[in-house]
């Protein structure tokens, strides 16, 4: 058979370890990126779509998977030394990993203002963090009342599921995928980190399509700006790699690679932080915080890495102003890229993750096209009508950076915010940063109830009575803030 002939002919190799495959399938997630940028830029439907290039080579990447491991022939398969070219277990790895770097590099940036004051959230900062959590515990509510539905049609759907449609739409697949495995793990959902990851990969089509349909809408009103070939983006950006008080571009050592060692510096300091606190939890003794809170620990893993980046940035800030320390490190172009890298590897990871046989199951088909199609629709209408209020001087770029990035991710806001503010003159960006950072205490509710939501349909009702709760008293405050002033 073709299978025993493709992996007897490859030759063992000496020295074919774990780290070997890890490289391997990095390589090959790198070769996936290649290959969806050329089909981004040649195939006339993806380029007129706004699907981002990571979102097409994760489906492409999810093709190669199940072609290169049986999943389309059963009788072809390439395995080395008796590992699969390419793993789940890698590829949940890269997906967990990549969105902690990621966050640690966007933390990072802003060096430049630490010696002028402290790290602080501007004033608009609640009302944005409000917003966010408000499409979260939308998401959340309507996801909960779906499944609790679909639970009395399919055995296979627990009540519970529906709460990965705020972790996979809201908050992305990193996120996603931790949440689908603490249901898997500890609840006993079978399929949770395919649906979590599958919902994920729905919100970047949701974030495309629905973003597609208010463009259009505000082309035929003349609202969208020129297309042009320059960036400003990029070439302010390129003037300020070697900016005031920086270090040099070229010295004993990289820029780029300082930059890669204060980001796995916060990292390590972060694991550090979540291993004591997961040893204060084993030492107490309780029950409901061992079983719980470890998982939400290891599995929220970003939120801890924002914090100790912030605590970076202030200890910075001190060093700088009492003179200790005479040069910023840190630059926000190479933060930027750093943090492209790790989410762009974040997106095709997480989809080349899904396991195609369980989505095939008719319940779970059914389940995961209801929560995508109903998430969706809910979303876009509600930001429709808050961004109206609460951002009356720009409300179009910012339903286009909040929808985007409250079915996908930041950087899939960003992409629907450059095709009506290329140039980021509204405040839409910082918007969405600094609401995010707002949205960590405003929304830590909704991240506890992740370790009490599964344990039966009492604590399910408290939860959604909780839910319903916080969203109406954040709206109750959205509808009576005072309208902004216009940004000067």
């Not at 277990?89 to 933390?107: K, M, N, P, S």
């Not at 690679?257 to 694991?271: E, R």
């Given at each position: 058979m073709m299978k025993s002939i493709l992996t007897s002919s490859l030759r063992p190799f000496s020295d074919f370890n774990t780290f070997w495959s890890i490289i391997v399938q990095f390589g090959l997630i790198m070769t996936i990126l290649l290959l969806a940028n050329v089909l981004r830029r040649r195939v006339p439907l993806l380029k007129k779509s706004l699907l981002p290039v990571a979102v097409i080579g994760g489906f492409l990447g999810l093709f190669i998977k199940y072609f290169v491991t049986g999943g389309i022939f059963p009788t072809f398969e390439i395995i080395i030394?008796?590992?699969?070219?390419?793993?789940?277990?890698?590829?949940?790895?890269?997906?967990?990993?990549?969105?902690?770097?990621?966050?640690?590099?966007?933390?990072?940036?802003?060096?430049?203002?630490?010696n002028e004051g402290p790290v602080r959230l501007k004033a608009n900062a609640v009302k944005s963090g409000m917003v966010i959590v408000n499409s979260y515990l939308l998401q959340g509510i309507l996801g909960l009342f779906i499944t609790i539905a679909f639970s009395f049609l399919f055995t296979s759907i627990p009540e519970f599921a529906g709460f990965l449609l705020p972790m996979g739409f809201g908050q992305g697949p990193g996120q996603a995928l931790s949440v689908g495995s603490i249901f898997t793990n500890t609840a006993g959902f079978e399929f949770g980190i395919d649906m979590g990851l599958s919902i994920a990969a729905m919100g970047f089509l949701a974030a495309s399509i629905g973003g597609v349909i208010y463009l259009n809408q505000l082309k035929k009103q003349g609202k969208l700006p020129e297309p042009t070939e320059s960036s400003m983006e990029a070439a302010s950006e390129s003037t300020v790699l070697e900016g005031n008080g920086q270090i040099p571009l070229v010295d004993a050592v990289d820029k780029l690679?300082?930059?890669?060692?204060?980001?796995?510096?916060?990292?390590?300091?972060?694991?550090i932080v979540i291993y004591g606190l997961e040893q204060l939890i084993l030492a107490s003794n309780v029950t409901f915080l061992i079983n719980n809170l470890i998982g939400l620990l290891y599995g929220f893993n970003f939120i801890i890495v924002v914090f100790m980046g912030m605590l970076y940035k202030n200890i910075t800030r001190t060093l700088l102003r009492r003179k200790v320390m005479k040069r910023i490190y840190t630059n926000d172009f190479l933060l930027n890229r750093v943090a492209g890298l790790a989410f762009d590897v974040m997106m095709i990871a997480s989809i080349m993750a899904i396991d195609i046989s369980v989505v095939l199951e008719s319940g779970f088909v059914l389940t995961l096209l209801t929560l995508a199609v109903v998430?969706?629709?809910?979303?876009?209408?509600?930001?429709?009508?808050?961004?109206?209020?609460?951002?009356?001087?720009?409300?179009?770029?910012?339903?286009?950076?909040?929808?985007?990035?409250?079915?996908?991710?930041?950087?899939?806001?960003?992409?629907?915010?450059?095709?009506?503010?290329?140039?980021?003159?509204?405040?839409?960006?910082?918007?969405?940063?600094?609401?995010?950072?707002?949205?960590?205490?405003?929304?830590?509710?909704?991240?506890?109830?992740?370790?009490?939501?599964?344990?039966?349909?009492?604590?399910?009702a408290i939860v959604l009575a909780i839910l319903i709760t916080i969203f109406s008293v954040y709206h109750f405050f959205l509808q009576r803030s005072p309208q902004q002033k216009k940004n000067k």
């Open positions: 030394d008796g590992t699969p070219l390419i793993t789940r277990e890698v590829l949940a790895g890269f997906t967990y990993h990549a969105i902690a770097i990621g966050f640690a590099a966007l933390t990072l940036k802003g060096m430049d203002q630490l690679t300082i930059q890669i060692a204060i980001i796995g510096l916060v990292y390590f300091v972060s694991w998430g969706t629709f809910a979303t876009y209408m509600y930001l429709r009508f808050i961004t109206q209020r609460v951002y009356p001087y720009y409300p179009e770029e910012a339903f286009l950076v909040f929808f985007g990035t409250m079915t996908g991710t930041a950087s899939t806001g960003v992409a629907l915010l450059r095709e009506k503010d290329p140039y980021f003159k509204t405040p839409a960006t910082n918007d969405i940063v600094y609401g995010s950072s707002m949205a960590i205490p405003l929304g830590f509710p909704l991240l506890l109830f992740v370790g009490v939501v599964y344990q039966g349909w009492v604590q399910l």
